[in-house]
T-cell receptor, first 116, second 113 residues
Framework: EAGVTQSPTHLIKTRGQQVTLRCSPI?????VYWYQQALGLGLQFLLW???????NRGNFPPRFSGRQFPNYSSELNVNALELEDSALYLCASSLVEGRPSNEKLFFGSGTQLSVL | DAKTTQPNSMESNEEEPVHLPCNHSTISGTDYIHWYRQLPSQGPEYVIH???SNVNNRMASLAIAEDRKSSTLILHRATLRDAAVYYC??????????????FGAGTRLTVKP
């Protein structure tokens, strides 16, 4: 069974540009989470999608946005890139069976974004 | 949101047990305790989770204090492959849109040969 796949693996952009990152969840998983991990830091929660709907977003400006498609894949869009957006962007998928507290997240390997 | 507190770093010797602590003094009755770990250059992976009773699986054990204000992840015999950042996370069982999975800074475990 294929795991969570993210593309591209690496990306270099310049300040002010826009970027789209993609995530394909594990087959059958309906929830997708996005996280930002700056170098040497912990994971910062960005967005949570479930069944095509945005369930919650973290403390990030509106230029960070995304969507989830009917096949449960997801995109993360970042507009007007800034230098501090340089980070590893991680996607995770899950299937909620029963209570959300029993949900296990499965992570991809991430997209490393460098903003110059 | 209920928060967790973990030491920034810990060291262990190979083949010795490791006890990774987590404090969550504001935990609510419906919060589950989840542990994930992140190996170098990888996304995090699930380790274990529990509510009140101690839990065991093939990777680790989770010991939960009687008052639930702290928990300990136990690696019974550390290997070099266990060197990672370990995250302790609380997640509310009641669901809702605010019930996302938020990671803190975690504990960086170094395993010495």
């Amino acid at each position: 069974e294929a795991g969570v796949t993210q593309s591209p693996t690496h990306l270099i952009k310049t300040r002010g540009q826009q970027v789209t990152l993609r995530c394909s969840p594990i087959s059958g998983h309906t929830s997708v989470y996005w996280y930002q991990q700056a170098l040497g830091l912990g994971l910062q929660f960005l967005l949570w999608y479930d069944e095509g709907e945005e369930r919650n977003r973290g403390n990030f400006p509106p230029r960070f946005s995304g969507r989830q498609f009917p096949n449960y894949s997801s995109e993360l869009n970042v507009n007007a890139l800034e230098l501090e957006d340089s980070a590893l962007y991680l996607c995770a998928s899950s299937l909620v069976e029963g209570r959300p507290s029993n949900e296990k997240l499965f992570f991809g390997s991430g997209t490393q974004l460098s903003v110059l | 949101d209920a928060k967790t507190t973990q030491p920034n770093s810990m060291e262990s010797n190979e083949e010795e047990p490791v006890h990774l602590p987590c404090n969550h003094s504001t935990i609510s009755g419906t919060d589950y305790i989840h542990w994930y770990r992140q190996l170098p250059s990888q996304g995090p992976e699930y380790v274990i989770h529990g509510l009140t009773s101690n839990v065991n699986n093939r990777m680790a054990s989770l010991a939960i204090a009687e008052d639930r204000k702290s928990s300990t992840l136990i690696l019974h015999r550390a290997t070099l492959r266990d060197a990672a950042v370990y995250y302790c996370i609380l997640r509310d069982a009641s669901g809702g849109n605010n019930n996302d999975m938020r990671f803190g800074a975690g504990t960086r475990l170094t395993v010495k040969p």
